[in-house]
């Protein structure tokens, strides 16, 4: 059995600026590393620890319940592979004797934030006007444009996502490793496709869960068979940059 925590990169350069990123590839913010840091941090006060490839277990030092991640995958895109980095190298600090270059950080193209088309890089603001409010989902906290010109749209994410979790299943479970038996990994991602990942493993309605919650920066879930999808959120925070 695999649990999937999912994680969103932390506040980048566009998400300060109030500009729509999508594949847009911009650094993470001196406030987005300290997001990581802090939640990386409390997972590791929670017992979550990374496992370097060379080990199976972790070492038995504390009392608190360990939750083994085995790998994060992560997506390719600046903002993404910093967060996952932080995580990594925090997350092994107490279970590895090798250097942070040993931990499994596996860069994941599907992974990738929704392509934005012609919304990549306009500004937040411009969404209503330049989308139509009839192309709009809006929230209390932000509006998701669902089909301008060159974008993926949340059906398309939802199927991307389904691939997505193939292919996580197929990789955690081939050369015997369903043996080991539950065992836990972390995706690091980003907002659209977080939360459509979220919807493909419970089989939600897209438009739902866009109006559920917001994936704000940093955030993890957990997707689990012996979890609801109500008891999703392990760690929230207060900020949420589109």
Not at 170 to 176: A, I, L
Request: proline share 5%.
């Amino acid at each position: 059995m695999i649990n999937i925590y999912v994680a969103r990169h932390g506040q980048d350069v566009d998400n300060a600026n109030g500009i729509l990123n999508g594949h847009r590839n911009q650094p993470l913010t001196d406030l987005g590393r300290h997001q990581a840091r802090e939640v990386a941090k409390r997972m590791l006060q929670e017992g979550f620890r990374l496992l370097s490839p060379s080990r199976t277990h972790p070492s038995a030092s504390s009392t608190t319940p360990i939750t083994c991640l085995r790998t994060i995958y992560s997506s390719p895109l600046r903002r993404a592979r910093e967060t996952a980095e932080i995580f990594a190298n925090i997350l092994s600090s107490e279970c590895n004797d090798e250097s942070s270059d040993s931990v499994n950080v596996q860069l994941v193209d599907s992974l990738i934030e929704r392509n934005f088309g012609i919304m990549t890089g306009m500004p937040i603001s411009s969404i209503i006007e330049m989308c139509g409010k009839e192309h709009v989902l809006s929230t209390e906290k932000i509006h998701y444009f669902l089909n301008p010109e060159g974008a993926e749209t949340f059906p398309d994410l939802i199927e991307r996502a389904k691939s997505l979790l193939t292919f996580i299943e197929t990789e955690n479970t081939k050369n015997g490793d369903e043996a080991l038996g539950q065992h836990s990994i972390l995706l690091v991602t980003h907002g659209d496709f977080g939360k459509m990942i979220y919807a493909a493993y419970y089989d939600l309605d897209w438009e739902e869960v866009l109006r559920q919650f917001h994936f704000g920066n940093s955030e993890v879930l957990l997707l689990a068979k012996h979890s609801p999808p109500e008891k999703a959120h392990v760690f929230e925070t207060s900020q949420f940059n589109p």
